[in-house]
């Protein structure tokens, strides 16, 4: 039997590792492609909170349109921009006056999604809230619903993806914004996933 040269096993194995990469990555957009925005009526459960993660006014949509039909008791939106206000996140969305004053909350700290899940740990702590409705996009609601979860295990998440206008799921590999956006996304998935793994063994 011939053996193999070490550069003919690093060929196999990385050949073997991008193979398993680009499957991960097929069942990871097919997985999102699955993740379709929740009708918002009357069968939506009520939560304590609503927490809209920022990156795309779909998802403040979303948040106020769940506050205003009584959804929840607050909203929090977590990794807002430092110079804007609450009257500019909101812009024209019609918002009672009441709402505005008592149950928006704005974080102007979080830089990234563990910070989101940190900053909201706090204020839920502080606010004594057990559970909550989570907004973000659908191609981060993974990612985000593993975070959360592993900074806070005891509260009851419940997850709410938009679905932007922007990103093109079907064929999703012959549209490049759309292609570049999820391979960045699973690469961070990858990246978090291990981190928590490796995390639990220290």
């Known amino acids: 039997m011939i053996a193999r040269n070490p550069a003919h096993n690093l060929i196999l194995m990385v050949g073997a590792l991008a193979a398993l990469w680009l499957g991960g990555l097929v069942f990871f957009a097919a997985h999102v492609e699955r993740l379709h925005e929740p009708a918002i009526g009357p069968g939506v459960e009520t939560t304590d909170a609503i927490v809209v993660l920022t990156g795309g006014s779909e998802r403040v949509m979303t948040g106020l349109a769940l506050l205003n ?25 019609p918002v009672a006056k009441e709402l505005r004053a008592c149950c928006i909350i704005l974080d102007h700290t979080a830089e990234s999604t563990l910070g989101n899940a940190e900053e909201t740990r706090r204020w839920m702590k502080r606010e004594n809230v057990r559970s909550l409705r989570l907004v973000t996009a659908n191609y981060h609601m993974p990612r985000s619903l593993m975070i959360f979860h592993a900074v806070m295990p005891q ?13 093109r799921l079907e064929d999703w590999w012959a549209h490049p ?22 995390n639990k063994g220290t």
């Not at 206000?85 to 812009?91: E, S």
């Not at 570049?180 to 793994?197: A, D, H, P, Q, S």
Request: charged share 15%; glycine share 10%; proline share 7%.
């Open 177 to 198: 914004g759309t292609a570049n956006l999820l391979i960045t996304e699973y690469n961070k998935y990858l990246g978090t996933f291990l981190k928590l793994w490796l």
């Open 155 to 167: 509260t009851e998440i419940i997850p709410h993806p938009v679905v932007p206008d922007s990103v």
């Open 69 to 93: 039909l009584g959804k929840a008791k607050k909203l929090f939106i977590s990794g807002v921009h430092p110079g804007l206000t609450l009257d500019q996140v909101l812009g024209s969305q």
